[in-house]
């Protein structure tokens, strides 16, 4: 028997018919394990609850930032002896990790193919392990772990987000909207207002990448992120995903296009103003917020941060 648990947290933004589903599902399943949430704070002991049972698959019915503090609460303790399964399903305002598994666009729907799978002892197909991002700060209590770092333009693009809908569902479409946007106006007003770039110095591998200021930073375990976009080019053999664009890149409105389609320009290097590789570790140095998976971190000055992706996880397709 597969022990399945569900956290359903209620605040990630699709409610409605969509929550209602899931909800009545579960409770025809008295066999499943099954935990509500409706506050921020109730998230980590939820998750640790439901992993005290000892389950083997740990649903997350939300979306990316609940999928984050479900991955940070799994692999903070690197003694903890059984790590479940986890099945993201599309339940959020913004689901970039599971879209990317591969999950069904109807979170009831891949909860019930999920079950049934378990049900029929072919659970195994929905398979695939994938390494998490952890983020790494002398100035943080705990390090986080996902699937995004963000931080510059996409950090504050995030931020205008949560201000501009102020909890309502804005979903990827909102999110795309606004974060294109931003980056139509970086092409034409490179330094102007919420724009303006930011000092950061990056070394990939113990070796300087870029000491100078950044308009973006990204790095990612994820195949594709929102609206499929691929914004890796780079060589090397890491999980970790990198790329930087300074705020001295040369025509990036030429550049942009390919960079966001995954079709970079042959042309692009670093003497150019843009860095992208596969590293083993990122190290950062930043006076700017960043972002893991949508989950916002103020300002430290001078932080220091370690990017890595020594963990993996073993992810089921809901």
């Given at each position: ?160 987000v949560h201000r501009a809908f102020s909890g309502n569902n804005q979903g990827l479409l909102g999110a795309g909207l606004v974060t294109g946007a931003l980056v139509a106006r970086a092409l034409f007003h490179p ?6 770039p930011d000092k950061c110095q990056v070394r990939g591998d113990g070796r300087d990448l870029t000491d100078a200021e950044l308009y973006l930073l990204i790095s990612t375990t994820l195949e594709k992120l929102f ?44 003497e150019l103003g843009y860095v992208s590789e596969r590293l083993e570790r990122a190290e950062l140095r930043i006076g700017c917020g960043f972002t893991v998976d949508g989950e916002l971190f103020a300002p430290e ?18």
């Amino acid at each position: 028997m597969v022990r399945i648990g569900v956290l359903s947290n209620l605040r990630a933004g699709r409610g409605g018919r969509d929550a209602t589903r899931v909800a009545e599902l579960l409770n025809s399943r008295p066999d499943v394990l099954s935990v509500y949430t409706d506050r921020t704070s109730d998230l980590g002991p939820a998750i640790a609850d439901l992993l005290n049972r000892e389950i083997d698959v740990l649903v997350i019915h939300g979306g990316d930032g609940t999928v984050q503090c479900a991955l940070t609460e799994l692999l903070r303790d690197p003694s903890r002896p059984h790590l479940p399964a986890l099945a993201p399903l599309r339940g959020g305002r913004t689901n970039m990790t599971s879209t990317d598994l591969g999950a069904d666009r109807d979170p009831a729907r891949g909860l019930a193919r999920l079950l049934a799978a378990a049900d029929a002892g072919e659970i195994e197909p929905l398979a695939v392990a994938r390494p998490v991002l952890r983020v790494r700060s002398a100035r943080r209590e705990v390090d986080q772990y996902g699937m995004f770092f963000g931080a510059g333009l996409i950090y504050r693009a995030i931020r205008l987000v949560h201000r501009a809908f102020s909890g309502n569902n804005q979903g990827l479409l909102g999110a795309g909207l606004v974060t294109g946007a931003l980056v139509a106006r970086a092409l034409f007003h490179p330094t102007s207002g919420i724009l303006t770039p930011d000092k950061c110095q990056v070394r990939g591998d113990g070796r300087d990448l870029t000491d100078a200021e950044l308009y973006l930073l990204i790095s990612t375990t994820l195949e594709k992120l929102f609206l499929r976009m691929d914004p890796f080019w780079g060589p090397g053999a890491g999980d970790v995903r990198l790329t930087a664009i300074a705020s001295r890149a040369h025509r990036m409105a030429l550049a942009a296009p390919g960079i966001l389609s995954g079709r970079a320009p042959p042309w692009l290097a670093p003497e150019l103003g843009y860095v992208s590789e596969r590293l083993e570790r990122a190290e950062l140095r930043i006076g700017c917020g960043f972002t893991v998976d949508g989950e916002l971190f103020a300002p430290e000055t001078e932080e220091a941060i370690e990017i890595s992706a020594d963990r993996r996880i073993t992810f089921l397709r809901a």
